[in-house]
Nanobody, 126 residues
Framework: VQLQASGGGLVQAGGSLRLSCAASGRTFSDYVMGWFRQAPGSEREFVATISRSGDNSHYADSVKGRFTISRDNAKNIVYLQMNSLKPEDTAVYYC????????????????????WGQGTLVTVSS
């Protein structure tokens, strides 16, 4: 599967952005999807994940209550709605996909994912 992330940009603290990740290739609903981010000088970290069905999701504590992951299996897109953005959310955001048989499984560890998008830069100014 090929993943194309978009929607990044420059936003003031307290603002919102919605990231999109469009998938092509294999059946999108076969994949658990995740969002990760990497700030300059830091390791890549988990942000959010959503199950194949979309019924199950999980968030990093740092974004819980502010970010929402969702997916549209008919359009082959996973979204990350980011509200109440903070300067510490500044990073390159990556979407990732993992083939799973379970419809409700989720995944928060980067090394399990099979495919990665190219990343989209989010910059939050104070």
């Amino acid at each position: 599967v090929q993943l194309q992330a978009s929607g990044g940009g420059l936003v003031q603290a307290g603002g919102s952005l919605r990231l999109s990740c469009a998938a092509s290739g294999r059946t999108f609903s076969d994949y658990v999807m995740g969002w990760f981010r990497q700030a300059p000088g830091s390791e890549r970290e988990f942000v959010a994940t959503i199950s194949r069905s979309g019924d199950n999701s999980h968030y990093a504590d740092s974004v819980k209550g502010r970010f929402t992951i969702s997916r549209d299996n008919a359009k082959n897109i996973v979204y990350l709605q980011m509200n109440s953005l903070k300067p510490e959310d500044t990073a390159v955001y990556y979407c990732a996909a993992e083939i799973r048989t379970s419809m409700v499984a989720i995944r928060s560890t980067a090394w399990n994912y099979d495919y990665w998008g190219q990343g989209t830069l989010v910059t939050v100014s104070s």
